[in-house]
């Protein structure tokens, strides 16, 4: 069948913003009645479309007025949005990504549900083409950074799992690996702030979801001036729409940026003799004893 005909929901409401933003980029921007009112991308949809939603909390009454025959969403966080409307009698589809392969896979899952498959592997096409890019300029770098990678400053919180997936596709160590792969932002606290410099990374990325990064009060914390990424000014923000959204966003602007902070910083850190053209410190880092703990 032609994907010319319009088959599936023809009135969707988006509650987060990769939906609409791949909505848009599959050309189905018309089908949307609805979106969370955090949406910066694509741009038009701010203006064009109705906010009827916040992240944990929506209008619910007004989204019944629109009488959507779909309505998406993403996550636990927002089970309780999708209950309400699925008790009003809406279709509810929550989608729960959480790594790279799982966005890829939520938009060809989108695009069944719409009756755009064709054009849906032609987006992922273009997006897995973009990450085998990304995978052949790391193998290039002098060295691999260990990034810290901050998604909130109180309490500290690392990034969740297809971030760090990324930080290592753009070339670097993720130094909470073991964190990233739990799915929930309690579940990713750092409870004790001085493991982060016992973990010594070379490059901090913040993205405090949606606040603006305040460098300054990073150096302020107690035992971080040891850090290499402050003792060499290796401070970074990426804005939250485009790192910590699950969905094309992220695996475009997001994995660009992380592309070009990688890469300088590997560059400065052999260059300045922090580690040698083979990946290896070129001197061990000092470390506090516990009694020179604060």
């Not at 990304?134 to 400053?153: G, H, I, T």
């Not at 997936?165 to 753009?170: D, H, M």
């Not at 040891?226 to 992220?250: C, D, N, V």
Request: overall charge positive.
């Amino acid at each position: 069948m032609s994907e010319r005909r319009r088959t599936g929901p023809q009135r969707i409401v988006c509650l987060t913003e990769e939906t609409t933003e791949t909505l848009y980029l599959l050309g189905e921007q018309d089908r949307i009645v609805g979106i969370s009112g955090f949406t910066v991308r694509p741009p038009q949809a701010r203006r064009e479309k109705p906010k009827v939603s916040a992240f944990t909390s929506a209008k619910i009454e007004r989204i019944v007025a629109l009488k959507p025959d779909l309505v998406l969403g993403f996550s636990d966080l927002q089970a309780g949005i999708a209950a309400d409307l699925i008790r009003a009698g809406i279709e509810v589809h929550v989608f729960n990504q959480r790594g790279v392969g799982e966005i890829l896979e939520s938009i060809a899952m989108l695009g069944r549900m719409i009756g755009t498959h064709a054009r849906a592997q032609a987006l992922i096409g273009r997006l897995r083409r973009s990450i085998d890019d990304a995978r052949r300029a790391a193998s290039q770098l002098p060295c691999r950074p260990r990034v810290y990678f901050e998604e909130w400053d109180d309490p500290l919180i690392c990034g969740i799992r297809w971030v760090g997936e990324l930080v290592e596709i753009a070339g670097a160590e993720n130094c909470f690996a073991d964190l990233a792969a739990r799915p929930a932002a309690k579940e990713r606290i750092i409870a004790d702030p001085y493991e982060v410099v016992r973990r010594a990374p070379d490059v901090l990325i913040a993205s405090w979801c949606g606040k603006k990064f305040n460098p300054a009060r990073v150096r302020e914390r107690p035992g971080w001036e040891s850090i290499p990424a402050l003792r060499h000014e290796r401070l970074f923000e990426i804005k939250s729409s485009e790192i910590l959204q699950p969905g094309p966003a992220a695996l475009t602007d997001g994995l660009s940026r992380l592309r070009r902070i990688i890469a300088d910083s590997a560059h400065d850190m052999v260059e300045n003799g922090a580690r040698d053209p083979r990946g290896r410190r070129s001197a061990p880092l000092p470390r506090r004893t516990g009694r020179d703990r604060p």
